[in-house]
Structure formats: C-alpha cells, structure tokens
C-alpha cells in the first residue's frame, strides 16, 4: 500500500493511506499508517477557511478537555476529539489534492481513530461503525446479531455518557451543533458511548456555526428559521437521541398530517407544529397502536424531563432540560433498574409503577427492597434527596451512594456495602471500611458485618460530612 506524509503544526509527522475511508459534507478522511488515528482533509468550498483555522486551534488546544485534568483519561474515551491540525502543507502531491478536491492551502485535522469496540461485523459480513441509527432504526436493527444488541441496563449506561459528554461541552460555552446518532457512537453491548465530530463546535464569540443539524434531530426554532444551532437547540437534540436510543422511537414522528404535501408535511411536523407523540393533554399526534413501553416506564425522573423537553420546552428553548440534569436524572434512574426472574433482561421499578418487565412479561411476586436517601441539612436533620435504589440480590453501592457531594465521575468503583437475598431474608452488608449507624438501635454497623432489612430500617451510611441517611421498604409485589 502507497502511503503520503504530512507535518502538523505540532510538529508531528503523520503518515496516512492513500485511499480514504469516509467522506462528508465538509472532508475525506484517511488512515494513519498504524491505523491507530485518523487525519480528514477539508474540502475545497468552506465559506471561511480563515474562521476554520481558527476554531480547530481553539478547539485542539483552549478547549480540549483531554489534555490534562483529573478527568482527562474519561474524555479520551469518550470524546473522539482532535489531537493535531494540518496547515498549509506543501508536500502533498497536487494530483491527490485535485481527485479529492480539497482545499488550497491545504486544511486538515488529526484524530484518535475509533475504539475498536465500536466496530461491528453485520450479518451480511460486513464491518460496520456502531453509530446510533443501526441500534434504534427498525431496519437496521435487523442486521444487528443478536450479540451486539445489548440490554435495556447497557442503553441506559449509553445515554448517561452520553449526557455527560454534552454536559462536558456546555460547561466550556460550546454547542456541538450537530448531535444525532450519525455523530454519536454507542455500544450496549458494553454500555459505552462516545461523541465523535468535534471539530465542528461552535465556539462562543469566535466560529458561528457551520451546520445546521441533521433533519430529525434540528430544535424547531432551527427549522422555521428564527434561530442557529446553540447550547439551547443542542438539548432538543440531546433529548431526542435520548428518548430514541430508549424507546426505539422518534418524540416527534406521529400520525398527525400537516400538509399534503410531503416537504412542508416534514417541516411543520418538525418545526412549527412540532408535537410530543406523547402529550398528555393533546391525544392528536399519539401513536394509533399505543407503545409497549411508554415514557413512564422509564421511571419518574426521566419522565418529567421528557415531559419538559418535549411540552414545556419545545418551542420555548429555554425550559428545556441541561445536559447535567439528564445525566444526573439517568444516574438516579440507573439506581431503579431491577433484573426480571430469569435474569435475562432489566427494567425499571419503582413506587407506584408495575412489577412486570414490559419487553419480557415477567412478573417478580415477592416483595422488592427499597432504599431512600437523605441528605444532611443540619444537626441531626436530614432532607429527602429525592434518590431511591431498588434492590436485588448481590446490588452494590458506591462512594456516590454514600455520599451526597459524589457522582461517579468524581470517584472510584470501590464497592461500599452489598444488598444479599439469604434464607429468604435481605441483608446489607457494610464493605466501607468504616462504620455505619443504625440509627434506632444506636448501634455500629462494622465493616464486614450484616444487617438485616427490614421495614422502616434507617441505616447512617456514613457519619463523615455529606454521609447519607438510607430508610428502607418494601414495594408491593401487586405492582
């Protein structure tokens, strides 16, 4: 194989394949000859290349939240962000420039390639990128094997890193401007995610933006021309990837007719008329065969933002819910799921919801522990935290569990303490390495020791500053 060289301006030298392996609206991109990253050349028609260059050096270096920083190591894996820029270098043949029709000077930018696990061979033999659409699209689905398909907890785990890579951009003032399952990679068969397309973030009070979304996933504002992707039309977005990647379904696609005609049909349906296929008070646009899973079997913090992005917040940008509240509500949520009887599959289960697994039928017919957690407000005076875990056999909790100023990018996977189910009795077992309280009995629960669960238990999971009050029940079996 022929392989070009190329210096960036960091000072490396990039050797890459001669073919490409993907085009796109704005470059072609090239394998790097170990294959381990990946340079895209711009093509020939950017409306700026001068605003170009300075957004991708913005972006490499002020805002690239890989380069150093507790967190560094988190981002590298789930941001495919870019590493190096190629600038006006001569050495590449002119015939290689004009079959690609790329611009002049040249204009490139370097990236780490793919995690490996984001690649999929389908079930015709052919190796696939493990974007968004072959895990929610119901033809595409089809050609997933049946390995790859993960389960309901992975896609769970999915759209929390998916929340907090947004949440991550947001926070540094930048909007991705173009987030859909086209630049979203995701794998529930691990339950990992990771935001790829970068180098088109639009940067506060330097590069407007260069897109203007993908049609489905474009905030309503976009669409009927009042407004340019931003942080606000980035959290349509989010939402959408969100509530499709759980429910297989698109919030906005109903059996509504607009228009005759088929454009303007799309962009009333997507725009002005936009409307949430799940309104509770207008019936109009709902699915004429009502969903095997609606939203509020998604328990009732994903509900509510659901709730908010797609009727409070639809077209009024600024009661949408941030890319931190998702994270924070999938979080909790990951705190209800509950594995059916057989173990095969997950679902949600909380006060007030059904028993039963809605993909599965079964149904658990004893009753299911719950944990609620309380967070210090003063001596001895505690406030709901809004935050249960349902528990099952062999459940951990964490550092994030014991503590209220945690999350789990913030700390380690040690385990603190077990739920165990044993000669039909629940136990929790303290693996802390400290002591925590049972608060009625005014006993020490010692690291190692047991104790068992039962109705209205209140258990200090930690009597250091921000140690949660846990108060445990029992969720009727009747559902």
Not at 405 to 415: D, F, V
Not at 420 to 434: I, P, Y
Not at 455 to 478: H, M, Q, T, Y
């Amino acid at each position: 194989m022929e392989y070009l060289k190329a210096r960036t301006t960091g000072g490396r030298e990039i050797v890459f394949e001669r073919e490409p392996i993907t085009s796109g609206g704005e470059k072609v991109v090239f394998f790097t000859k170990d294959r381990t990253e990946v340079i895209g050349f711009f093509f020939g028609k950017l409306d700026n290349p001068h605003e170009r260059r300075s957004r991708l050096f913005r972006i490499v270096g002020d805002y690239n939240p890989t380069l150093e920083g507790s967190q560094s190591e988190y981002w590298k894996r789930h941001f495919c962000w870019p590493t190096d820029i190629v600038d006006g270098e001569l050495g590449i043949p002119p015939d290689f420039i004009k079959r690609h029709h790329l611009s002049r000077p040249l204009l490139g930018v370097v990236c780490p390639a793919y995690r490996p696990n984001f690649f999929f061979r389908d079930k015709t033999g052919n190796v696939r990128e493990k974007n968004g659409r072959w895990f929610t699209g119901s033809k595409a689905r089809k050609l997933l094997p049946e390995s790859e398909r993960g389960d309901f907890l992975r896609y769970i785990q999915c759209c929390s890193i998916m929340a907090s890579g947004v949440r991550r951009l947001h926070f540094a003032g930048l909007a991705h401007s173009d987030l859909s399952h086209s630049n979203v990679l995701i794998d529930p068969k691990h339950g990992d995610a990771c935001v790829i397309d970068i180098d088109s973030l639009v940067v506060p009070g330097l590069a407007p933006p260069s897109v203007l979304g993908t049609p489905g996933y474009i905030a309503p504002e976009v669409v009927i021309g009042h407004a340019l992707p931003s942080i606000e039309t980035d959290l349509h977005a989010l939402a959408v990837l969100l509530y499709e990647t759980l429910l297989l379904r698109h919030p906005l696609q109903g059996p509504k007719i607009h228009s005759r005609v088929p454009e303007e049909d799309e962009l009333l349906g997507m725009g002005a008329n936009a409307l949430y296929i799940e309104h509770p008070e207008d019936p109009s646009n709902r699915l004429r065969t009502p969903p095997t899973v609606p939203v509020s079997r998604l328990g009732p913090y994903l509900e509510s933002l659901f709730q908010r992005a797609f009727v409070d917040g639809l077209h009024a940008p600024r009661k949408r819910p941030s890319a931190a509240e998702w994270e924070k509500a999938l979080t909790k949520t990951l705190d209800l799921i509950h594995p059916t009887p057989d173990g095969k599959d997950w679902f949600i289960l909380a006060r007030g919801m059904p028993n039963t697994c809605p993909n599965t039928g079964q149904a658990w017919h004893r009753p299911v522990p719950i944990m609620d957690l309380f967070r210090e407000k003063g001596t001895g005076a505690y406030s709901d935290d809004q935050h249960a875990v349902t528990i099952w056999n062999n459940r951990y909790l964490y550092r994030w569990h014991i503590y209220s100023n945690l999350n789990p990018l913030q700390t380690s996977r040690e385990t603190q303490a077990y739920f165990s189910f044993h000669q039909d009795r629940w136990w929790l077992v303290n693996q802390s390495g400290n002591d925590m309280i049972i608060v009625d009995e005014k006993e020490y629960l010692r690291n190692g020791h047991a104790v068992e669960i039962t109705p209205e238990l209140k258990i200090l999971l930690s009597p250091e500053e921000f140690g949660r009050l846990a108060i445990f029940n029992f969720l009727d079996p009747a559902g």
